[in-house]
């Protein structure tokens, strides 16, 4: 019987057991109603947003931290140089 | 204030290091909205000034010194985003802004003590012509914190649209003006 179901399922999908909030789980067999699908397609496309949105937050985190540690603990004088702004000692007259 | 997700916008390369640095204002903020809907525009010639950069601090600088100048320049350029490269649309509107503007509008940046020489301050004017090119053709507003250089090059593509054709304006967004 388990065996059966297994091989139902999509090789890129996998069952298991999850504890939602009520008021979650509520909302989202709303939604399946609504838009006559399974609980499970709506409960997999919004964990898909989910881990999509925690991705690009990371990147995001990423991107910043990179930034801070190209430009911090330099002078003034130093981050002219990194604009393109070459500063040399005055030619002496 | 400008709006974060109405870019994607190029970032100047003074602009870069201005939002790199901010810390404490809004500026941080504003840039950590921006990212949730855009990634970093930046052109290939800002990757050349700030390399240059990187590379003279390093030769400048005390052995001790190197380490950190080093993980700085790797993380920059690990960093993730989008540069734009030179192409030839880019090249050919570049060449046109550099026959209209051949000087620079500004004198050569001094400090204490120091100086930008001439040839400097002549590439790092075709550098920003170069930049403004870019935006013009990726159809970007280019934030800038630059605003004596950027501000003669939308000028002078506004006094000969014929030159420019389907392009422009040059639209400009000053680093304090964004929050």
């Known amino acids: 019987m388990s065996r059966g179901i297994h091989r139902s399922l999509s090789p890129r999908k996998r069952r298991t057991t999850l504890t939602l909030p009520a008021d979650s789980l509520n909302e989202a067999q709303r939604i399946a109603h609504a838009r006559n699908v399974g609980l499970s397609t709506v409960i997999a496309e919004a964990l898909s947003e989910g881990l999509r949105l925690q991705k690009a937050a990371e990147r995001r985190e990423e991107v910043l931290e990179s930034y801070k540690k190209a430009f911090s603990g330099f002078s003034d004088e130093e981050i002219s140089i990194l604009n393109g702004v070459i500063l040399e000692p005055a030619p002496r007259h | ?179």
């Open chain 2, 1 to 179: 204030m400008i709006d974060p997700a109405s870019g994607p916008f190029l970032f100047d390369t003074s602009a870069e290091s201005w939002l790199g640095r901010a810390e404490g204002s809004g500026a941080l903020e504003w840039m950590r909205e921006y990212l949730s809907h855009h990634e970093i525009h930046i052109s290939a010639v800002t990757v050349i000034e700030r390399v240059r950069g990187y590379s003279l601090l390093w030769r400048r600088a005390e052995e001790s010194k190197r380490v950190r100048i080093e993980a700085a320049r790797v993380a920059y350029l690990t960093k993730p985003g989008r540069i734009l490269p030179l192409d030839g649309a880019i090249a050919a509107v570049a060449g046109e802004i550099m026959a209209r503007l051949p000087e620079p509008p500004t004198a050569p940046r001094r400090s204490h003590r120091l100086t930008e020489s001439r040839p400097e301050r002549l590439a790092r004017w075709r550098f920003d012509g170069m930049i403004a090119a870019t935006a013009l053709v990726a159809r970007m507003p280019l934030i800038h914190n630059n605003a004596s250089d950027f501000e003669h090059i939308r000028g002078a593509i506004e006094r000969a649209p014929e030159r420019f054709p389907n392009l422009g304006p040059l639209e400009l967004i000053r680093c304090a003006s964004l929050v």
